[in-house]
């Protein structure tokens, strides 16, 4: 018997076959509907540490999932589990967000890898602009660069649009917008031919995004367009596939951080990531977009990701602010969270909102090689 999870129990195939297929058989007995996906997640874990029955994941329907473990318990091996179920399901799209370039063996699968993405400019709202940039909308600078955003599509054209002798602003507030336009324009992630939500939708086995080349700044600006562009794309209208944005070490793209402007100024601004990933969490669901975040730090997290979290996938935490964190969003029939979970790697406490149920399960080994291990003088 195999158990399939995230899935309400009056939905269709809510049980599976022996062989792991689902069975789509209705209460009125037509079988006639299409079955409903589900991914292979591992085993039940029996109290003296046995297998158990296999545990699959649901697949079929849009999920805000949230996996967290301490470093070296599974947290991105159970991330990319989950992008290889997805990988071969058909109706749905993975695209993984991968900070540490570790999703790269994905390819084996048929997933499209891009080494060095890159989006339109335009793919940033002009307010998105001044929060990457670390500028105040309402100074000059920060005012003059929202216009240029707002009146070009292209980096190049916003530079232009800067230096143009009719722009009402003075010539030290130009060349500061233009110091950091050039800025953004050296990271090189801005293309006009960037990558669009059909870009993304359309490989049968889902996008890696590798963004480890990238500094902070411009892997958020990627993934800031990458998630709005998603979003709004599935507002407009039922995709061909449904999305699913799976995004490694969330933390850093959602926790705020301070540091300087490029005239040197303080900045203490939010990742721009953060307000279009916010989104994806509260919103995504309805339209079909899927958001599942891995992570060893759920403390910086805002308290929304836990909360709208309907998969919760727990590897071993220790640190008091991490168990604080999810301890406070936990619901109601979660009982005692700190003491259930578990303590080795590979095991997770898979907390499914959808039967307001709780389950021990032991991850399933990958089939595709995991990038995600320390080295060690010894073993390479």
Known sequence: MTHVL????????ATTDSDGGDSATSVDGDTSRKTAISGRLGAYRARDGSRGAAVRIDLDGPHAGLVVGKRGYGKSYTLGVLAEELARAEGVAPVVADPMGIFSSLADFG???????????????????????????????????????????????????????????????????????????????????????????EPAAGTVLDLSGLDSAPANAVLRAVAGGLYDHCVRGRPTRLPWLLVDEAHAFFASEAGKSPTGSATASRNVAASALRTVLTRGRQPGLSFVGATQRPSALPAVAVSQADLLLAHRLTSRADLDALAAARPTYLGSFEERLPADPGEVLLVDDATESVHAVRIRERETAHGGGSPSATGR
Request: net charge negative; glycine share 8%.
């Open 111 to 201: 997933t499209e890898v891009v080494a060095d993405p890159a989006v339109a400019a335009d793919a940033l709202a002009p307010r998105a602009w001044c929060d990457l940039l670390g500028l105040e909308p309402a100074a000059p600078e920060g005012a003059l660069v929202w216009q240029a955003a707002a009146a070009r599509s292209s980096v190049d054209g916003m530079r232009t649009f800067v230096a143009d002798a009719d722009t009402k602003a003075d010539r030290a507030t130009r060349r500061a917008a233009d110091n950091h336009l050039a800025l953004a324009e050296s990271w090189g992630v801005f293309a006009p031919d960037g990558l669009t939500p059909s870009d993304l939708i």
């Open 6 to 13: 995230g899935r309400r129990s009056g939905d269709d195939a």
